[in-house]
């Protein structure tokens, strides 16, 4: 304030002072007369503060003078702003809290300060360097010990310092030389009371620091009566109030007192010779109240000084009590000298000073609390209002807290609203009360203080600040936390600075708060943020059996220390590390890693932990095993937008908040709107008619491509690759482009590459100009690998067909996404304007007024659409004489709602009347406007517009400018509607590219006569004759064909014969004209208007159709199809037999087309091989319909009689897979699938039961029940020939009622676990031996019967017991009880099982134990519901896997760990059901996993029967079958030998793949790295050499990578001498830029600093025309961090490199500045450049970037606001303001947006005027 005054000295007389009589009195009135005043304006209405102060009779020592008053009283009084305090200021303050190295000081009005330890006083801060330098670390006095809460003192404003944040923050001083700095020591006068700081204790005293100079004033021991203040306790630095007793030798010494009750009535008297200039906080004054306003009281003390006490400071009870002339002792609580403002306080506890104020309130802290129903009690309009709470507590709102900090105030409608909700701020002792707020902003923050966060809490903050030790993230204003560096990511990072950059928005996870020394620690570790595990927050959350994500911390010999969340940490010891022996941790951890950890043991009292890494590993506990959220691909949702990134959406399923991605190239089938409706849409908007097309692990992927979404719906979909079959049609989109072809990507996640020639039927040189990323395409699957399931696919028009419709379809849905955004942003723009644009539509008339004409074309105003720029270009007005303020009329042709511009046309044939369209009509139209994907086009002279696709086929390529649609290209069109809904009432049109020049021949064969109408009779000769068709010469000399359905009467014709063979070749024919077909591929086309005309028809012999009386009408292929039904027989014609697919191709009429497949072809499974020769070409058959759609086209046919599968039945079927788990996976006829289970293979039961199947094998089944579309099958002959009765070994065993107690009965090892050994006794029924029936041996872990019983081996059982209820069915493998022998093999010399009274004596001891385990897992097993038994038995039908996961807990042995038996769910099973609990027969469990995967192995030791039959001699069958099995095997190992993704693990295996692939550098590579992890240096320096010499001397990348390889041996593990020989050998033999550059990196990363800045010194030199090494160097030297350097080697650069580069080098150096170095320098080269190249674009687009990375907002803004005002092109200014608009839409307010709306519109006006000008 001072300094505006002295800028504007107010006008007017100033009274002279009169003299006075006393000296003192005198000086002072020559020190205050300054110019005081400031000039009044109307402008600065409100600012009247301590502006005009009124002067005011000034009284003498009883005399009374000329009558002035020393200080002006503010007009208003209000409290003391943060915006007044100024550097030097006095102020009173009260200690809040202490530190070790700073003390915050509670100010008046709520302010906050904080006195640093180095602002105490001199000595004392002498005394700290002094400590600092000496070695003996003797005891310190530390600012705890000197100062404590609530003590008050004087302190000067040292100095304003701006914080990160923008924000001021006061530093104080208690320096007595800075408060005490306007005391002289002539000034001084017994009874002053003032402040100091102890200096020194000597013998008899102290000697206190008061900051006069030239005075000692000393403090005798004798006068320290205080109890509290002992000379002991007294310490150097310690800050005192004390009082002159007496001044002697003219001030030079002062004797001090420190009695409380002394100092207490000591008041600052005239006498003392007070004066503004040295006025003290704290001094307690007598003064008189001048006047009484609302918001506080004007003061007279010390007969002369005006004051103020604002109303925080008036004693609340005696509030009604002061009135005027009244008489009150208050206390100074500010003086600002330059302003001559002097506070007072009349608060009791500062009036009776020695009392400590209370930092806490009574009430018990409150601070952060969000307080409700609050009543605001009074307003004080420059200050702020009081606050009533409910409990009657009063609370202070700060002025700026009563709006939003960019709101504008509006006091009076804040006081008016009856009820607030406020958050409370702070307590401030100073005056005793609460601040709080009442901001939204701030009631809001989800944590305002450290108190409000937890451990284990997800949080959202900027990266403020790195640091070496972490980085500091700001959660809010002023919560920070810090990420330690190892808590920065999963692995530990080299260059954090890389990944992190300030500003940056980071999600955290809290790890633990320490709220009362305000610590919080976060991290960053993708896998704790991401982890679902329970968190331990405590000891307590840590129960034995859980598991937990944890860290690493420490690593010693003896385990691994893993801390959790806040100070829960635990100990793995060593053999708890790994299933693997560990001998030294460091080598297999590091610090900082997550790993899970399972708790073993836990004392929470003595905060003890012992965990586990092993037990996680060997089993999932039942928490991890909670699948993700059961979602199927193909379901339709709709979804809430959650969060917008650059290449995707966020989205949360509804109704369940599933999260998932929506890709941006997925929102649409046209990529141009697909940026358009990510723009339009907002956080919290719900996406409709979204459907999902991927789900993985980690997220389920959603599409809104209208074409791939119809694909799902149709299900035209291959939900595997094992679906994927050659020539089968997909729809996909363009997921990656590359040199040699494109990749497709296709729902569930499969991906086909489309190479170069099989893109387009157009020759391309580059891949990238065919196609644009995420572009819908129709993909023809072409080739299938089935050993690396790879498949290619063709994306070329003339080989894939589009659905009826695609195009227009597809328009439609274009054009509704349009309206859709231009509804959301008329929705979300409140103007009238664009809701006014969104309303218009194509072809619309609007009645304008001509504003300017130029060469480039008109502009228009209209009365309707205020502020929008209406256009039209040269084309549209030509022929069109127009003048400026002309009335027209104009038809639109696309109106833009985003950039608020209308395109018209006035040409008077699109503005004439509009003549009506008739469907099917033709007509040559002109292309009127193009707008990305879409082109508006008018019909010939009808003045009729119409909208159509610039891409007439979803994979159409334009490689040329000459192929693009242009305004003015003409078309030859089709009227498909003549007024279509959907568009609006337009016209919905086709044409095809290319159409009009063979159009054009067609109407020229008219005029020739030359074409033939629908329905004319001919007569021809019969040129040849093929099996399926006839070629018949006219007499007008073309062609024309007669299908083979066409020859005769389909009644008449025979099964089996031929029709076309009954006409003889040159004989004459009479036919009928019925269609036609295309020149090109000769498809059938479909009949048309009736007046066009086909250059080759389509003909017909049958007399029927001749007779030219009859009713002769078209019939299109829709409408035959519709005609057909399923399971009707119709006659049919042998067209093709495709062999790839191995179906048949039947047709039944020249337009229609069917399918027969493989299994719906045989009827015997001999024929499989060459089914061809079961049909010829031409031949008449009988075929069912099986499927006959039109939408979308299927046709098939079955020729074995059947069309559907029915239970009881048989049928042919193909193995497709052998799961041992589950059996034999079947394809069946009709698109059916199923399963035959181990048990239904055979009538009896065979040691290996799935050896004799193979995949691809054809075999006939018995159709035993479907459910949810499976099949389950059997192959016992007993089912498929009932009739031939031979006995069966094995019955099927179809429910518990066939079984008896006793029953000897074989069955297939299903799985072996801790509860027994479960053996698949039929489909649906398994049994189980427990552990002790299944050996007689005592086995102490269930493995070793797991190794011996491998899945499906065969065992002959005996039943115990059967429970039909729970339908449990208990089993013995004893050899008492089978009569065969043991299970296990007498060689493992396992000790026999206890019986008898041994086992009861054992017993005895173990019940004990065992009593408690059980009782918790009954109680456990209770809770399971029994489940019905029809669900039980569909569980058990179904397929592969019942979803079913079970935690057995085994109680015979307590020292083991749990094992869990896992099994995946199919892609889309049913959610997972979770049972911990004992053993429970659950039907569940038929669907289990053995532990060991051993699939296959003998099992004939189980089974005496095999036995036998080995001792007897083999037959030739069994020699035979032997044989066939070793060349099985070897097929088996060399397949295995072929498969790419085997890691190769020895050295043959390297050299067998070498052999196939030579030139292969990461083959060659990865064989070095295979020696280096065996530390065989020479022999990989050996294969480095042999490489060199065997890869092609043409592969020369291939040869770099091994010379870099070999270069990076020899730096790690060679010496100097070699690295050098090995580079000169690379220079000889390479391009040597890259050698030099690969090496210098290699030293680089190697930290051999001196090195690779002396090969870069080379490099510069030798390429020095060359700008890469220059950049390299720079980039080094930066990241070396030697700024300097960098700078000078740019100079030299500048001068090597020639002179046109300059610009770009210079623009290239400041980039690393920037990105390495220092922004400041960067910005400043930039600018250097910039100033001389004002017209580089590209320069200022990347400057804008780097700042909006690095610089502030205000400099970010300062430097849009200079580009906007370039000279530069329009188009580049438009590019400028697109991005600043985008800048401040991200990071501005609504004020800053608009600003720059503003300015776009001054600029677009400007341009305007210039032009008219």
Not at 129 to 149: G, K, N, V, Y
Not at 1703 to 1726: C, H, P, S, T, W
Request: hydrophobic share 35%; charged share 25%.
């Amino acid at each position: 304030m001072a300094s505006v005054e002295e800028d504007f000295p107010r006008g007017g007389t100033t009274k002279k002072p009169t003299e006075s009589k006393i000296e003192v009195e005198r000086t002072q009135v020559d020190n205050l007369f300054q110019p005081n005043e400031q000039i009044e304006t109307k402008k600065r209405r409100g600012t009247t503060k301590d502006d005009g102060k009124k002067f005011k009779k000034q009284k003498t020592d009883g005399k009374t003078g000329g009558g002035l008053t020393l200080n002006a009283a503010a007009k208003c009084v209000e409290i003391l702003h943060i915006k007044n305090v100024k550097e030097g200021m006095l102020i009173l303050g009260c200690v809040k809290e202490v530190t070790d190295f700073e003390v915050t000081v509670s100010l008046p009005c709520g302010m906050q300060g904080y006195l640093s330890i180095g602002n105490i006083c001199d000595s004392y801060t002498k005394l700290l360097s002094e400590q600092l330098d000496s070695a003996d670390t003797e005891e310190i006095c530390s600012l705890p010990h000197l100062f404590s809460p609530g003590m008050v003192i004087r302190c000067v404003v040292a100095k304003l310092d701006i914080t990160k944040g923008g924000s001021l923050s006061i530093q104080l001083s208690v320096n007595p030389k800075l408060v005490n700095k306007n005391l002289t020591s002539s000034s001084l006068k017994a009874g002053m009371v003032l402040s100091g700081c102890v200096e020194s204790i000597e013998d008899h005293g102290c000697i206190i620091d008061v900051g006069v100079s030239g005075t000692k004033a000393f403090l005798p021991k004798a006068v320290i009566t205080a109890r509290q203040n002992k000379l002991e306790e007294l310490k150097v630095g310690q800050y005192v109030t004390s009082l002159i007793d007496e001044v002697k030798n003219g001030g030079r010494v002062v004797y001090l007192s420190m009695n409380p009750s002394t100092i207490a009535r000591a008041c600052a008297e005239t006498k003392h010779g007070w004066n503004l200039t040295n006025l003290l906080p704290g001094l307690l004054v007598k003064a008189t109240i001048k006047k009484v306003t609302k918001h506080g009281l004007l003061l007279d003390f010390l007969s002369s000084f005006g004051s103020q006490v604002d109303f925080l400071h008036m004693e609340p009870d005696q509030t009604s009590s002061y009135t005027e002339n009244l008489e009150v002792r208050a206390c100074v609580l500010y003086v600002e000298p330059s302003a001559r403002l002097v506070g007072l306080s009349l608060r009791s506890y500062l009036v009776q000073p020695g009392t400590v104020i209370d930092t806490i309130p009574a009430g018990g802290d409150r601070v952060g609390e969000v307080v409700q129903e609050c009543r605001m009690t009074a307003m004080h309009h420059m200050s702020g209002a009081m606050l009533e709470l409910p409990d009657k507590t009063l609370a202070f709102v700060h002025r700026n807290h009563l709006k939003e900090p960019n709101e504008p105030a509006n006091e009076n409608r804040v006081f008016a609203t009856p009820e607030h909700t406020c958050r409370i701020l702070d307590f401030s002792p100073m005056e005793q009360i609460y601040f709080a707020s009442v901001r939204k902003s701030m009631i809001e923050k989800p944590f305002y203080r450290y108190h409000d966060l937890q451990a284990g809490q997800f949080v959202e903050g900027t990266v403020s600040v790195l640091l070496s030790h972490g980085m500091v993230v700001h959660l809010s204003d002023h919560i920070k936390g810090l990420v330690p560096r190892t808590h920065l990511s999963d692995i530990v990072l080299k260059n954090p600075e890389k990944k992190y950059i300030e500003g940056m928005k980071v999600k955290c996870r809290v790890l633990s708060v320490d709220a009362e020394n305000k610590k919080l620690y976060l991290t960053r570790k993708k896998a704790l943020v991401d982890s679902s595990l329970p968190l331990f927050l405590s000891y307590t959350d840590a129960r034995p059996g859980r598991v937990s994500h944890g860290y690493i911390v420490c690593i010693k010999d003896f385990g691994c220390i893993v801390r959790f969340y806040n100070t829960v940490r635990g100990l793995v010891p060593l053999n708890e590390l790994s299933s693997e022996p560990i001998i030294s941790p460091e080598e297999v951890f590091y610090v900082g890693q997550v790993l899970k950890a399972k708790v073993l043991q836990c004392d929470p009292e003595k905060e003890k932990m012992v965990l586990s890494f092993k037990a996680v590993v060997e089993g999932e506990t039942e928490e991890s095993g909670k699948p993700q959220v059961d979602f199927e691909v193909g379901k339709k949702v709709e979804a809430k937008l959650v969060k917008k990134a650059v290449n995707g959406l966020e989205v949360a399923i509804l109704p369940d908040e599933i999260r998932a991605v929506l890709p941006t190239m997925h929102l649409s089938d046209h990529v141009s709107n697909c940026s358009l409706l990510w723009e339009s849409l907002q956080e919290g908007d719900v996406i409709s008619k979204l459907i999902c097309f991927n789900k993985s692990k980690q997220n389920i992927t959603l599409t809104k491509k209208p074409t791939v979404r119809w694909s799902l719906e149709e299900g035209l979909v291959a939900k595997d690759f094992s679906e994927v079959t050659v020539g089968m049609q997909l729809i996909g989109w363009i997921k990656n482009i590359m040199s040699y072809g494109v990749f497709v990507e296709f729902p569930y996640g499969l991906v086909g590459l489309a190479p170069k020639s099989a893109m387009t039927d157009k020759f391309i040189s580059d891949t990238t100009a065919a196609f644009q990323l995420g572009q819908t395409v129709f993909a023809k699957v072409t080739n299938l690998d089935e050993e690396k399931r790879r498949f290619l696919v063709n994306l070329k028009i003339s080989e894939v067909i589009s659905p009826e419709g695609d195009a227009q379809t597809r328009l439609i849905n274009g054009l509704q996404e349009r309206r859709a955004v231009n509804e959301m942003l008329a929705v979300r723009d409140s103007s009238e304007l664009r809701q006014q644009l969104a309303a218009l539509s194509v072809g619309q008339k609007l009645k304008l007024t001509v504003d300017s004409v130029k060469d480039s074309g008109a502009t228009f105003k209209s009365d309707d659409l205020v502020g929008a720029s209406v256009l039209a270009n040269k084309y549209h007005i030509m022929g069109v004489n127009l003048t400026a303020g002309q009335k027209v009329t104009a038809v639109i042709l696309h109106a833009d709602t985003l950039s608020t511009c209308v395109h018209v046309s006035i040409l008077p044939k699109l503005v004439g009347k509009k003549k009506s369209l008739t469907e099917g009509s033709k007509y040559t139209s002109m292309v009127q406007y193009i707008d990305k994907d879409f082109a508006i086009i008018s019909l010939d002279d009808t003045a009729q517009l119409a909208v159509i696709q610039t891409s007439s086929h979803l994979n159409e390529v334009i490689l040329s400018e000459s192929e693009k649609l242009k305004v003015g290209t003409t078309l030859e069109v089709e009227v498909v509607e003549p007024s279509c809904e959907e568009l609006q009432g337009l016209p919905l049109v086709s044409w095809e590219r290319g159409a009009p020049r063979r159009q054009c021949t067609t109407s020229e064969n008219l005029t020739n006569s030359r074409g033939h109408r629908f329905g004319e009779i001919l007569q021809g000769k019969v040129r040849t004759v093929k099996p399926t068709c006839i070629q018949v010469t006219l007499e007008d000399g073309s062609t024309g064909s007669v299908h083979v359905s066409e020859v005769a009467e389909a009644a008449g014709v025979q099964l089996g014969s031929f029709p076309t063979s009954s006409v003889k070749a040159g004989s004459t024919v009479t036919a009928r004209v019925i269609g036609g077909r295309e020149a090109s591929s000769h498809r059938f086309l479909p009949f048309s208007h009736p007046k066009f005309t086909y250059t080759i028809p389509e003909l017909t012999l049958i007399q029927s159709k001749l007779d030219k009386s009859g009713d002769f009408k078209q019939v299109t292929a829709k409408d035959k199809m519709k005609s057909y039904k399923v399971g009707e027989e119709v006659t049919c014609f042998v067209s093709k037999f495709n062999s790839d697919k191995k179906s048949l191709e039947i047709t039944t009429d020249p337009c229609v087309t069917g399918t027969v497949e493989l299994l719906a072809m045989i009827s015997d499974p001999k024929d499989a091989s060459h089914p061809e020769k079961l049909y010829k070409l031409g031949q008449a058959v009988r075929a069912t319909v099986v499927e006959a759609s039109i939408k979308p086209h299927r046709f098939v046919l079955s020729l074995t009689g059947f069309h559907k599968l029915e239970k009881g039945g048989t049928t042919l079927g193909i193995v497709t897979n052998i799961q041992p788990q589950v059996g034999l996976q079947v394809k069946l006829p009709f698109g059916g699938v199923g399963t035959v289970s181990v048990a239904d293979l055979s009538d009896a039961y065979r040691p290996n039961p799935f050896e004799m199947y193979n995949k691809d094998q054809l075999l006939r089944f018995y159709l035993l029940d479907s459910e949810k579309g499976k099949w389950q099958l059997s192959l016992r002959p007993s089912r498929l020939n009932p009739l031939q009765t031979k006995p069966v070994k094995d019955p099927e065993v179809l429910s518990l009622d066939k079984l008896e107690v006793g029953q000897i009965i074989r069955g297939y090892v299903k799985s072996v676990g801790e509860q027994g050994v479960f053996i698949r006794l039929s489909r649906t029924i398994t049994g189980r031996a427990q552990l002790q029936q299944s050996t007689k041996y005592f086995v102490s872990n269930h493995k070793v019967l797991s190794e011996h019983l491998p899945p499906n081996t065969l065992l002959t059982t005996k039943i115990l017991s059967i429970d039909k209820e729970e339908e449990f069915v208990d089993l013995s493998l004893l050899p008492v009880d089978t009569r065969k022998p043991d299970v296990l093999p007498e060689s493992l010399g396992l000790p026999l099982r206890l019986i008898g009274e041994e086992k009861m004596k054992h017993d005895m001891k173990k019940n004990r134990k065992r009593a408690l385990s059980e009782g918790d897992q009954k109680q456990a097993e209770s809770e399971i519901p029994k489940k019905k038994k029809k669900e039980r038995k569909r569980a058990k039908n179904d397929g592969n896997d019942s979803g079913v996961e079970v935690y057995f807990r085994e109680e015979e042995n307590e020292e083991e760990k749990p094992d869990v038996v896992k099994v995946t769910p199919s892609s889309a099973g049913p959610s997972r059901l979770q049972v911990s609990a004992g053993f429970s027969w659950d039907v569940g469990l038929s669907s289990l996993k053995p532990s060991s995967a051993a699939q296959e192995g003998d099992s004939s030791d189980g089974e005496d029967q095999d036995k036998g039959a080995k001792a007897q001699k083999k037959s030739r069958y069994e020699l035979d079958q032997e044989k066939k099995a070793a060349e099985k095997a070897l097929v088996q190992r060399e397949a295995e030998l072929m498969d790419p993704s085997l890691q190769p693990q020895d050295a043959a295996a390297f050299e067998r793949l070498l052999l196939a692939s030579p030139n292969s550098s990461l083959l060659w590579l990865q064989y070095m790295a295979h020696h280096l992890q065996a530390t065989q240096i020479e022999q990989a320096r050996a294969v480095a050499e042999r490489a060199l010499k065997t890869i092609s001397f043409r592969e020369e990348q291939e040869k770099l990578n091994v010379w870099v390889a070999l270069l990076n041996l020899e730096n790690m593990y060679g010496t100097e001498e070699s690295l050098k020989k090995v580079f000169e050998r690379a220079l000889q033999f390479c391009e040597p830029m890259p050698v030099y550059q690969q090496l210098a990196d290699i030293y680089a990363k190697s930290n051999k600093i001196k090195e690779a800045e002396g090969l870069y010194k080379t490099m510069v030199k030798r390429f020095r025309q060359n700008k890469a090494p220059w950049f390299s160097y720079g980039t080094f030297l930066l990241q070396q961090g030697q700024s300097d350097d960098a700078t000078a080697l740019l100079q030299r650069a500048l001068k090597s490199l020639p002179a046109k580069e300059s610009v770009d080098v210079i623009a290239k150096f400041a980039q690393l500045e920037f990105r390495y170095g220092d922004v400041e320098k960067g910005r400043n080269m930039f600018d250097k450049v910039l100033t001389s190249y004002p017209k580089r674009t590209d320069l200022w687009s990347v400057f804008i970037d780097l700042m909006v990375k690095h610089g502030s907002q205000k400099e970010v803004r300062a430097l849009f606001d200079r580009v906007i005002h370039l000279s530069v092109s329009v188009k580049k200014i438009k590019f400028f303001f697109k991005r600043y608009l985008e800048y401040e839409k991200k990071h501005g307010t609504p004020q800053s947006i608009q600003a720059v709306k503003e300015k776009a519109m001054e600029f677009v006006e400007a341009k305007g005027s210039e032009a008219a000008n």
